[in-house]
Antibody, heavy 125, light 110 residues
Framework: EVQLLESGGDLVQPGGSLRLSCAAS????????MSWVRQAPGKGLEWVSA????????WFVDSVKGRFTISRDNSENTMYLQMKSLRADDTATYYC??????????????????WGQGTLVTVSS | QFALTQPASVSGSPGQSITISCTGT?????????VSWYQQHPDKAPKLLIY???KRPSGVSNRFSGSKSGNTASLTISGLQAEDEGDYYC??????????FGGGTKLTVL
């Protein structure tokens, strides 16, 4: 069974740092891209970042560029999200997802499947 | 700024069919930018329902179907059931490698 388990969420002060982890099992982790998606309390989903299967290529939403770093350790089947200079609007549940997205004849195809249960990050003084 | 627009809420009675729209522009949804759809129950992780506009992953009920007309993609749920109640999100490509979600639609089963 494919499973994703996030950890590392916590209460952190504005300007602080935090590292989230996403432990994967049940599939060949090194063969898949991975993504982080967040959801502020009572709000909708926001894609945050993605990393290619090898880790060589990364992507970020504009609002976190320069503050967040995504990485992975394929030997440990784990993906990370290093967050710095955290702001109140970074408060959210952070989900990791296996990223099956691809470029097909009909364009860029989104496919996040499955998702982990999420870890809550609260940025507050 | 690329954005996907969804209605805030829809409702229907058990057994009925409902449709949730996801509107972009002729530069994105209307131009080779298929959407995916996700279902989220309260306090649960999202689940993929539809990808590439109309394809269902294994295990997803055929009561869920996706389509597109012009700049608007749609998710149709037929034979509405109480368990379908929740939030639904569309998602599409923004720039290569990046993604944007619609604001979400809350489905209430009456």
């Amino acid at each position: 069974e494919v499973q994703l388990l996030e950890s590392g969420g916590d209460l952190v002060q504005p300007g602080g740092s935090l590292r989230l982890s996403c432990a994967a099992s049940g599939f060949t982790f090194s063969s898949y891209a991975m993504s982080w998606v967040r959801q502020a309390p009572g709000k909708g989903l926001e894609w945050v970042s993605a990393i290619s299967d090898s880790g060589a290529t990364t992507w970020f939403v504009d609002s976190v560029k320069g503050r967040f770093t995504i990485s992975r350790d394929n030997s440990e089947n784990t993906m990370y999200l290093q967050m710095k200079s955290l702001r109140a609007d970074d408060t959210a549940t952070y989900y990791c997802a296996r990223d099956l997205s691809y470029h097909g004849s009909s364009g860029h195809i989104n496919r996040f499947d499955p998702w982990g249960q999420g870890t809550l990050v609260t940025v507050s003084s | 700024q690329f954005a996907l627009t969804q209605p805030a809420s829809v409702s229907g009675s058990p057994g009925q069919s409902i449709t949730i729209s996801c509107t972009g522009t002729s530069s994105d949804v209307g131009n080779y930018n298929p959407v995916s759809w996700y279902q989220q129950h309260p306090d649960k992780a999202p689940k993929l329902l539809i990808y590439e506009g109309s394809k269902r992953p294994s295990g997803v009920s055929n009561r869920f179907s996706g389509s597109k007309s012009g700049n608007t993609a749609s998710l149709t749920i037929s034979g509405l059931q109480a368990e379908d109640e929740g939030d639904y999100y569309c998602c599409a490509n923004s720039n290569a490698g990046t993604w944007v979600f619609g604001g979400g639609t809350k489905l209430t089963v009456l």
